[in-house]
């Protein structure tokens, strides 16, 4: 269940995240690695010869995926674009690169967001899909809405999704409250292969005031039991449902909550049904 303030993006992954790292000194010249030299100090970074460049930068994330040098070179290597004979030359060393084990969630996930953007730039918008799939953002949703909200704070309505989730049909329609709508059923979200973000709030009608109740559910099959993290980026009030069972939510309205939230949970072999 989600109130109108912005958009969603619910990912669902296993997450490796970067260890610590030895402590830089707080005065004087810092530690500076032969590797982090490598990069910093290259002969081709001074003499402007890009192509060697970034060739050595991608044989730097190749041997080294897990360093945290691989941040400063991901998140520098588009102001390179221009200056490149071919920067779709970038792809196939990138798609080899991300297929390694990189236990560092973070690099990864740079690496997979720079990646993307080169898929776009080449308008290959299939491969755009298949690396989110890979990266864990649940893209495939149907909703439900919306749902006229009667008081200041949504979580003190409940609305049918709720009160017949055992029991859901999705060839089902309900009354709407809303003068725009006739009927409520549920419908598949349009999905769109740019971006992972999901804006259930388009949906909403604008006779609202900003304000109302859409209900996202998704499904997942997993061969075996499976332990994860789920991790929600949203500015809105929301519910979710696992299995039908509540297993968080957040009233942002009554008390102050991170706009991302983080939870750890068991999928069980076969399907699983997330509702939002």
Not at 130 to 144: K, T, V, Y
Not at 216 to 221: K, L, M, Y
Not at 232 to 242: D, G, H, R
Request: proline share 7%; hydrophobic share 40%.
């Amino acid at each position: 269940m989600l109130k109108k303030l912005g958009c969603i993006g619910l990912i669902l992954f296993l997450a490796g995240w970067p260890g610590p790292t030895n402590d830089r000194l707080l005065f004087g010249q810092p530690e500076i690695s032969s590797l982090e030299e490598s990069v910093l100090c290259s002969p081709a970074l001074q003499k402007g010869n890009y192509d060697t460049l970034v060739n050595e930068w991608l044989e730097v994330i190749k041997n080294n995926p897990d360093k945290p040098i691989v941040e400063f070179i991901v998140r520098a290597l588009p102001s390179f674009h221009s200056y490149l004979k071919d920067r779709t030359s970038l792809i196939h060393p990138l798609e080899e690169i991300f297929k390694k084990d990189i236990k560092n969630g973070f690099n990864k996930t740079l690496l997979m967001d720079y990646l993307r953007k080169l898929y776009l730039l080449q308008g290959r918008w299939e491969k755009n899909r298949d690396i989110l799939g890979q990266s864990g953002f649940i893209s495939r949703w149907a909703f439900n809405g919306p749902w006229g909200s009667t008081n200041l704070s949504a979580f003190d309505d409940t609305w049918w999704p709720e009160t017949e989730m055992t029991a859901l049909s999705f060839e089902k329609s309900y009354p709407a409250l809303s003068r725009q709508n006739k009927t409520i059923s549920w419908r598949l979200f349009p999905l769109s292969v740019q971006e992972p973000e999901i804006n259930f709030f388009s949906y909403l009608p604008s006779d609202q005031s900003g304000r109302g109740v859409v209900y996202g559910i998704s499904q997942i099959n997993l061969p075996a039991e499976r332990e994860v993290i789920i991790r929600i980026i949203t500015s809105a009030p929301f519910k979710l449902w696992l299995n039908h069972q509540p297993i968080f939510e957040a009233d942002r309205l009554r008390k102050y909550l991170p706009v991302e939230i983080t939870l750890k949970c068991t999928l069980q072999s076969g399907w699983n049904r997330l509702m939002i």
